[in-house]
């Protein structure tokens, strides 16, 4: 089953924008995580937040994580053409355990 | 560093025939295996996951089975493909990152017809 929820499903901007991404989730949860899938290729990891975090940054990324709401969101700052691709959460109650992917949010950055 | 190779890239299966798809994994020992499959617009639904050699678990019921011969070595397969079996088949292990990322092979992409 699917834990994550991210919306929005589909984001298109324009270069030098900023791109927020939300994920929502249903259970208690050990750590939260992004991933970045580019079309046809395999998933990479872009960052992970702690339960017991509330915002982390990795360059132009920023995460926030709201354990009571059971909400994440993804900040790309400055985006640029090179960062279109799927963006996934991803949730897993303990450490160790399978993670359960959302269904992304695709993003579009045009030039 | 790690690195996972998937074979093949790309599939193209009539309905009913066999499947098998291989996973090999380097620069780690003793790793958890996972497959997931991706369906066209959708998220990763975890199918197996191995703790080790000869150790499997399904996560969903369906006509597919998993196997890990070796323990760098995970195997996915059916002996009859339906056509809800295209998808994007990914296999992953934990990362050396040592908080349960995963790192994540190239993929194989089947399509049933």
């Known amino acids: 089953s699917q834990q994550g929820e991210e919306d929005p499903q589909a984001l298109s901007i324009q270069e030098g924008e900023n791109a927020t991404m939300n994920c929502s989730y249903k259970t208690s949860i050990n750590n939260l995580q992004w991933y970045r899938q580019n079309s046809g290729r395999g998933l990479v990891h872009l960052i992970l937040?702690?339960?017991?975090?509330r915002e982390k940054h990795s360059g132009r990324l920023r995460v926030t994580l709201d354990t009571s709401k059971k909400s994440s969101s993804l900040l790309i700052t400055a985006s640029r053409a090179a960062d279109t691709a799927s963006y996934f959460c991803?949730?897993?109650?303990?450490?160790?355990?399978?993670?359960?992917f959302g269904k992304g949010t695709t993003l579009s950055v045009s030039s | 560093s790690q690195t996972i190779h998937q074979w093949p890239a790309t599939l193209v299966q009539p309905v009913g025939s066999p499947l098998s798809l291989e996973c090999t994994v380097e620069?780690?020992?003793?790793?958890?295996l996972y497959w997931y499959r991706q369906a066209a617009g959708r998220g990763l639904q975890l199918l197996f996951y191995s703790v080790g050699i000869g150790q499997i678990s399904s996560e969903v019921p369906q006509n597919l089975s998993a196997s890990r011969p070796q323990d760098r070595q995970f195997i996915l397969s059916s002996k009859k493909l339906l056509l809800s079996d295209s998808g994007f088949y990914l296999c992953?292990?934990?990362?050396?990152?040592?908080?349960?990322?995963?790192?994540f092979g190239p993929g194989t992409r089947l399509t049933v017809l």
């Open positions: 937040i702690r339960s017991n975090e």
């Open positions: 992953a292990c934990p990362s050396r990152g040592g908080g349960n990322e995963q790192f």
């Open positions: 620069g780690t020992s003793n790793p958890n």
């Open positions: 991803a949730t897993d109650r303990q450490a160790g355990t399978a993670l359960i």
